[in-house]
Structures are given as C-alpha cells and as structure tokens.
Nanobody, 128 residues
Framework: QMRLVESGGGSVQAGGSLRLSCVAS????????MGWFRQAPGKGREGVAV???????RYAASVKGRFTISRDSAKNTLYLQMNSLKPEDTAMYYC??????????????????????WGQGTQVTVSS
C-alpha cells in the first residue's frame, strides 16, 4: 500500500505563491500517475492537476497558467507550484496516486477506480 504525505500549505495574500509537496512511500514500484485535488467548504472535491509517469500533465481550466505540477521520481515526490493565487483557491489540497489503465485513465476527477491512494491534505488559505 502506498502512503502519501502532503506539506507546504499555509496562508498567503492574493497574488502570492505557495509550493506544495507530496512524498510517497511504500508501494512506489512501477509506473503510476499522481495528482492534486482540492475541496473547499461546502463544495465537492475537484481535480486540480495530474501528471502521468511519462511526464504528461493536465490542468483544470481554473488553474491553467497559474499552477504547475511536477514530480521527482528519484525522490518519489510530487509538487504543485501555485502562483498568482486567488481567494477562490482556498481549499484543502489532497495528493493522490493511482495506476491507470487504458480503460481507466488518470482523469481530473475523483475516480476511485484509478485514484487508489490519498494523502490527508494540507490547507491553503488565500486572503484578499
């Protein structure tokens, strides 16, 4: 079983930046995709960004151009660089990992058929 631990959350003013990290341990063998999801109070969990084992990335329209997802395979670490933060970015951010297949790709949605492992989250608060 894979274990994911997020860090880097905090409070920042609008327009500021934060860098989130997610360290994976345990079952980290082979190829797997990783992603960032977030959930604001009263809202459902939504996909933010995904990166596959080959480096391919996908972003939610709301963060494209502002956020950058990356991974360091040697360190089993996932990152999310967040720039030009807005109050609407305030949410609990979760790291996820999965082993997608041709029939079940790693999508920017909460699909437990592909996103098997989740971290406990790190809070991001953006003030105006």
């Amino acid at each position: 079983q894979m274990r994911l631990v997020e860090s880097g959350g905090g409070s920042v003013q609008a327009g500021g930046s934060l860098r989130l990290s997610c360290v994976a341990s345990g079952y980290t063998y082979g190829s797997y995709s990783m992603g960032w999801f977030r959930q604001a109070p009263g809202k459902g969990r939504e996909g933010v960004a995904v990166i596959d084992s080959d480096g391919s990335t996908r972003y939610a329209a709301s963060v494209k151009g502002r956020f950058t997802i990356s991974r360091d395979s040697a360190k089993n670490t996932l990152y999310l660089q967040m720039n030009s933060l807005k109050p609407e970015d305030t949410a609990m951010y979760y790291c996820a990992a999965g082993r997608p297949t041709t029939d079940r790709p790693a999508v920017l949605e909460v699909d437990y058929g592909v996103w098997h492992w989740w971290g406990q989250g790190t809070q991001v608060t953006v003030s105006s």
